[in-house]
């Protein structure tokens, strides 16, 4: 049977919005323990920023996160998912644009988030034997 996604997204994604400082996000993520921060505007999807965006476009710039923003940083054009959908197909979605994680979208509001790692606990797709299944990841 067909895993929808669910059933293997990380419901409650944490958001914040596009005036939220890096560092401020930052210290959200240490204290969620995640990667990932939705950015919401209203209760709609804007954009989302991880702690790879924050190191790789702002610290390696050399930019103040107490002064940057994450709307300064944040990925927009972003590929969704609805909670309904099918995480195989959601995953080759993933492989194919080389993304680690969706946002999971249901009626225009964000619902989750799936990543590679959700996938990855629920079924070990990371493993050998899934590579022939699924291809290999990166």
């Given at each position: 049977?067909?895993?929808?996604?669910?059933?293997v997204?990380?419901?409650a994604p944490?958001s914040v919005s596009?005036?939220t400082?890096l560092?401020?996000?930052?210290g959200l993520?240490r204290?969620?323990g995640i990667g990932?921060?939705?950015i919401l505007?209203d209760?709609?999807?804007?954009g989302?920023v991880?702690?790879r965006d924050i190191?790789v476009?702002a610290?390696a710039?050399?930019?103040?996160?107490?002064?940057?923003t994450?709307a300064e940083?944040c990925?927009?054009d972003?590929?969704?998912?609805?909670?309904?959908?099918?995480?195989?197909?959601?995953?080759?979605?993933?492989?194919?644009?080389?993304?680690?994680?969706?946002?999971?979208?249901?009626?225009?509001?964000?619902?989750?988030?799936l990543?590679i790692?959700?996938?990855?606990?629920?079924?070990?797709?990371?493993?050998p034997?899934?590579?022939?299944?699924?291809?290999r990841?990166?």
């Amino acid at each position: 049977m067909a895993r929808k996604i669910r059933d293997v997204m990380t419901p409650a994604p944490v958001s914040v919005s596009g005036q939220t400082s890096l560092s401020h996000a930052a210290g959200l993520m240490r204290a969620h323990g995640i990667g990932v921060l939705l950015i919401l505007d209203d209760g709609r999807l804007l954009g989302m920023v991880t702690d790879r965006d924050i190191v790789v476009r702002a610290v390696a710039d050399g930019r103040d996160v107490r002064r940057t923003t994450v709307a300064e940083i944040c990925s927009c054009d972003l590929i969704t998912v609805s909670p309904d959908d099918d995480a195989d197909n959601a995953l080759r979605s993933m492989r194919e644009h080389l993304i680690r994680r969706l946002p999971v979208v249901e009626d225009d509001r964000p619902v989750g988030v799936l990543s590679i790692t959700d996938l990855a606990t629920d079924a070990d797709v990371l493993s050998p034997a899934s590579a022939s299944r699924y291809g290999r990841f990166w």
